[in-house]
């Protein structure tokens, strides 16, 4: 099994909002930081907002007012609601447990483009 399934991402006008989702085929995202990331073309992966086991969250500056992580534990998935998108949100985006060795899922692309 794929530990981690990202999905909703799309095509989507500058403005527009999209929530992704990350389902996990195991506890994980219960027990552990959950993270997601991006990457834009021809750029490095990086971190855009976290959410503790405890439900303290953290943003990238970029994202931040716009973005929010939340998570499901019952369904064991992990959040991403995305407002006010923005051209440079272009990126396949990712979630996963910082610091941890759970294998890199596909990802999902969020395109934002008049």
């Known amino acids: 099994q794929v530990p981690l399934v990202e999905s909703g991402g799309g095509l989507v006008q500058p403005g527009g909002s999209l929530r992704l989702s990350c389902t996990a085929s195991?506890?994980?995202?219960?027990?552990?930081?959950m993270a997601w990331y991006r990457q834009a073309p021809g750029k490095e992966r990086e971190y855009i907002a976290t959410?503790?086991?405890?439900?303290?969250?953290m943003y990238k500056d970029s994202v931040k007012g716009r973005f929010t992580i939340y998570r499901d534990n019952a369904k064991k998935t992990l959040y991403l609601q995305m407002n006010s998108l923005k051209p440079e949100d272009t990126a396949v985006y990712y979630c996963?447990?910082?610091?941890?060795?759970?294998?890199w899922g596909q990802g999902t692309l969020v395109t934002v483009s008049s």
């Open positions: 996963n447990a910082p610091n941890s060795q759970v294998p």
């Open positions: 195991t506890s994980i995202i219960s027990i552990y930081t």
């Open positions: 959410i503790s086991k405890g439900g303290t969250t």
